[in-house]
């Protein structure tokens, strides 16, 4: 999902030209003209574009701005911002979709969300001429695309949670691998005057992964394979059980009930937790943010891979249904597919790659020593529950999860609660 911080929605124009790849020339034939990308696309498919994604906390866009702009003059595309909430991120691509608007041409969709907008027909298929080559996508990622066997969008980043956690506390003690041994080290965290753990818990979208992640890591599961809920079982119960007891006794502050992914952050940057589950993105505003412990003493900052099974994140390119430049849309999903693409995310804002080669650049694993935690953090991830109607899967989670963290539900009510929801949700 996408990282998240408190802003009003905004808009970012920027002037970007041409059509081709910067990994594989430096100009590109004219569409339509022999050894264009694809000759069959009609040459009044290429023109501007829109390419709409959330928040960019990192930067970055100016950056891919300026190389795309350098190379391919001849046409522009504009990067919108949405809100940085996924919620509200969904519910603008919604609207602009119902509306059959051509306005948004190459969206960012969660990787939840395929399933939900190609079945209501708002992605263009990848398949005949818009046909991508996805060989050197990492088999999890890809999965995440598709939809009834169909490719729908092209993987751009993946993404899975880490533990970041203080070295200079934890000293020589072993480094959690579960929950349960994460929360048997919160004296330490006590005796800083500290909280001991916190990941998302708020009433949006990052409760959904938290959520599924304790259930996951406890050995169960949320739907099956039919996106029936799995949630009467001994081991749904010991997840749910884990997060709400930790509010109990306290290892998990009181005031991470409202933490999205920024404000958690930001805790921790300033001393207030020893332990954080968060995206890679965090790692590069941690080492460098001017209010991290981490900044002045890099080596008293700590990262391993999730303390269970991870929810399984990222983002994906999608076409627009309703684009009139089609054409322009698969060329801008190629480019950022490209190695030095990817790579640059790397390098920009601590992104995870889509490309199984990145993970293998060794001098990159050396300046960007999250990415061997990230990757075994990404071999144990699991996605989140796939459904067509995951907006209201997601929901139902949200709600009665928040209402057992905050002591309104028991445990079992709340999982009974929910799966009720699930299934009324997705009509069986």
Request: aromatic share 10%.
């Amino acid at each position: 999902m996408r990282k998240s911080i408190r802003v009003t929605a905004a808009t970012l124009t920027l002037a970007l030209g041409g059509l081709g790849l910067v990994a594989c020339s430096s100009s590109s034939p004219a569409p339509g003209s022999p050894g264009a990308a694809d000759a069959t696309i009609p040459a009044d498919q290429y023109g501007p574009i829109t390419v709409v994604q959330g928040k960019d906390n990192n930067g970055v866009l100016p950056k891919y701005a300026a190389l795309w702009n350098k190379d391919h003059p001849d046409q522009k595309v504009t990067f919108k911002e949405q809100s940085d909430q996924a919620d509200q991120q969904l519910q603008d691509l919604l609207q602009n979709f119902q509306q059959k608007l051509p306005d948004y041409d190459v969206v960012s969709t969660d990787v939840v969300w395929t399933q939900q907008l190609a079945s209501q027909g708002y992605l263009q298929p990848l398949t005949g001429p818009y046909k991508l080559d996805e060989s050197g996508v990492l088999p999890s990622v890809l999965a995440t695309s598709m939809y009834r066997d169909v490719q729908y969008a092209a993987p751009s980043s993946t993404d899975a949670q880490i533990l970041y956690y203080r070295k200079d506390w934890l000293g020589d003690k072993p480094v959690p691998t579960t929950y349960d041994e994460m929360f048997s080290l919160c004296d330490i965290a006590k005796s800083k005057g500290a909280g001991c753990y916190a990941g998302q818990f708020a009433k949006y979208e990052g409760l959904t992964v938290n959520f599924s992640e304790a259930v996951n890591s406890a050995g169960g599961s949320v739907v099956n394979d039919k996106g029936q809920p799995t949630l009467d079982t001994p081991e749904a119960k010991k997840g749910l059980e884990t997060l709400v007891n930790g509010f109990k006794d306290g290892d998990i502050p009181r005031q991470a009930i409202s933490y999205q992914e920024e404000p958690g952050r930001q805790a921790f940057e300033s001393g207030k937790l020893m332990f954080y589950t968060n995206w890679p993105y965090q790692y590069s505003l941690t080492t460098t943010g001017d209010q991290s412990f981490a900044k002045d003493d890099p080596s008293a900052l700590g990262i391993a891979p999730f303390p269970g099974k991870s929810s399984l994140g990222g983002h994906n390119w999608a076409i627009s249904m309703f684009s009139k430049h089609k054409g322009t849309a698969l060329e801008f999903l190629k480019w950022y597919q490209t190695a030095e693409i990817q790579k640059m995310g790397v390098e920009e804002a601590s992104s995870a790659p889509v490309l199984a080669s990145v993970y293998d650049d060794a001098e990159l694993a050396k300046q960007f020593p999250y990415l061997p935690t990230l990757k075994k953090s990404l071999d144990n991830a699991v996605p989140r529950p796939a459904s067509p109607f995951y907006q209201a899967v997601s929901t139902a989670i949200q709600n009665n999860a928040y209402a057992a963290l905050q002591g309104n539900k028991s445990v079992d009510q709340a999982l009974s609660d929910m799966s009720t929801a699930i299934k009324q949700a997705s009509g069986s």
